[in-house]
C-alpha cells in the first residue's frame, strides 16, 4: 500500500508497510539473514555510501524489519520508524541520541518504573539532569523547565495512574523552548492517539503491548517525524545494537492487521469494566479515561479516540484487598505487562513500580492498593463476573 493514500486507521492496520516483493507475496516474507550480498565491489562501496538499492547488514536495515517500521510509521503519520528489541532499548536510543553531559530533561511523574530509573540512575551518571513532574499540570512543566532543557518527554495516559498530558500544549511548551517533545505512546497505539499529529517530534512504543497485542514477543520501536530526526536515530541504533530480529518484526506486523479491531474491543470492555467497578462496595476508586471522574476526561475525549483497554482502581483493605482480589481471580491472570488479548491484573506497588521505593512511589501516586488491570478482548460478562467474585472475597 501507498503510504501516500489516505485510508483509514482499520485500512492501514491491515495493509500498511506491505509492499510489493519478489514473488508478490501477500504478507512480508521473513528475511532470516544476518547479512546480504553485494553484485561487486561497486555496489558495496555505494550501499556504505548511502547510495543504491540494497541492503548491507542485519543490524542496519532488514527488509522484513523494514516492513514493520513503515507499518506503524503510516499509522502513527510519521516519516519513518525504528524498531528496537524492547520498548526500552527504544526509550534509551532516543536519549542516547539526543542528550549530551549537562542538558536537562524533564519527565512525567507516572511513566514505567524503568524509564524513571533510566533517567534518574544511568542518564545521571553522565551529567543529565533531571526533574520529574505531574505533566497533567502544564504549569507545573513550564515552571520545570530550565534554559538546559532539551526534552520533554511524555507518558500518556501514565503508568499506571493514566493521568494525561494535554499534547499540543506541552508541544508549543517544547518548542518556545527549544526542546523536543518525545511522547511514550505506548497505553493508546497509533489507533487512539497520534502525537505527531499534535505536535510531537518523537513517539516511542513499547511493541510488547497493544501493537503486537498477543503477549509473545518483546519489542520497541521509534518513529521519527523527518529524515534528519530519523537519521541521527538511526546513526545511534546502529551504534547501540538494540534492534528487532526479523522473526519478532513478522510477528508484530501480523499482529497490527487486527490492531483497530483490538482497540474498539479493548475501549467497549474496559468502558463496561470500568463502570461496573465504579459502583461495587470494595472499590474506593477507579481511574479510567472514559469515566466523568477521571481529572482529564474531557481532555481525553479531544486527543484520544477512546479511552484505552487501561483501568486503575483501589481497592479496600489496602495492600491486603488487593492482594485478595490478584489470589482470586481465575479469568484475569495475574501477570505484568499489558495491551494483549487477554485480561492481566497486577499490583504495580509491588511488581512494575517496586524498583523506585515507596516514597518516591507515593509522590507519582502509586498507592499501595492500587490494582492495574489491562483489559483484554474477552467476553465482558465474564470478566466483570470474575471480577465480581474476587472483590465480595475481600470481606471474607
Ligand atoms: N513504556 C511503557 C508505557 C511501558 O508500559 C513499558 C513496559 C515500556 C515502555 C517498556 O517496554 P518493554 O521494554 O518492556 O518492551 N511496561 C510493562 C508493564 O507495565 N508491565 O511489564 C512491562
Known amino acids: ?61 532488514n527488509p522484513t524489519v523494514q516492513a514493520l517500521e513503515d507499518a506503524i510509521a503510516q499509522l502513527e503519520e510519521g516519516h519513518k520508524g525504528l524498531a528496537c528489541g524492547s520498548g526500552m532499548a527504544a526509550i534509551h536510543t532516543v536519549f542516547a541520541a539526543y542528550l549530551q553531559q549537562g542538558d536537562h530533561v524533564i519527565c512525567s511523574e507516572a511513566v514505567y518504573g524503568p524509564t524513571n530509573t533510566l533517567l534518574a540512575k544511568l542518564f545521571t551518571k553522565f551529567g543529565v539532569e533531571v526533574s520529574f513532574v505531574d505533566t497533567d499540570k502544564m504549569e507545573a512543566v513550564q515552571q520545570a523547565v530550565q534554559p538546559n532543557t532539551k526534552i520533554i518527554y511524555v507518558e500518556t495516559p501514565g503508568n499506571p495512574t493514566l493521568a494525561i498530558t494535554d499534547l499540543r500544549a506541552a508541544a508549543d511548551l517544547a518548542h518556545a523552548n527549544n526542546a523536543l517533545l518525545v511522547v511514550d505512546n505506548t497505553f493508546s497505539s497509533p489507533a487512539l492517539q497520534k502525537p505527531l499529529t499534535l505536535g510531537a517530534d518523537i513517539v516511542v512504543h513499547s511493541l510488547t503491548k497493544f501493537l503486537n497485542g498477543h503477549a509473545d514477543v518483546v519489542g520497541g520501536i521509534i518513529i521519527a517525524k523527518d529524515e534528519e530526526s530519523y537519521k541521527t536515530l538511526r546513526g545511534t541504533l546502529n551504534l547501540t545494537g538494540g534492534i528487532l530480529g526479523p522473526m519478532n518484526s513478522f510477528l508484530v506486523h501480523r499482529g497490527i492487521k487486527t490492531l483497530a479491531m483490538r482497540m474498539e474491543r479493548h475501549c467497549s470492555n474496559a468502558q463496561k469494566v470500568a463502570e461496573f467497578l465504579e459502583q461495587h462496595p470494595n472499590v474506593e476508586k477507579v481511574i479510567f479515561p472514559g469515566l466523568p471522574s477521571h481529572p482529564q476526561h474531557e481532555l481525553s475525549k479531544k486527543q484520544m479516540k477512546g479511552p484505552g483497554g487501561m483501568i486503575s482502581f483501589e481497592v479496600k483493605g489496602g495492600v491486603e484487598g488487593g492482594k485478595k482480589v490478584m489470589d482470586s481471580v481465575e479469568l484475569c491472570q495475574l501477570a505484568v505487562s499489558l495491551g494483549g488479548v487477554e485480561t492481566l491484573i497486577q499490583h504495580p506497588a509491588s511488581m512494575t513500580h517496586a524498583i523506585m521505593g515507596r516514597e518516591q512511589r507515593l509522590e507519582a501516586h502509586i498507592t499501595d492498593g492500587l490494582v492495574r488491570l489491562s483489559v483484554g478482548i474477552e467476553d465482558p460478562d465474564e470478566i466483570i463476573a470474575d471480577l465480581q467474585q474476587a472483590l465480595d472475597k475481600i470481606d471474607q
Open 1 to 61: 500500500m501507498h503510504s501516500d493514500k489516505k485510508y483509514s486507521d482499520a485500512t492501514k492496520s491491515v495493509h500498511a508497510g506491505i509492499t510489493d516483493n519478489e514473488h508478490l507475496a501477500v504478507v512480508p516474507p521473513i528475511y532470516q539473514t544476518s547479512t546480504f550480498k553485494f553484485h561487486n565491489a561497486d555496489h558495496g562501496a555505494d550501499l556504505f555510501a548511502g547510495k543504491g538499492e540494497g541492503y548491507i547488514y542485519t543490524r542496519m536495515l
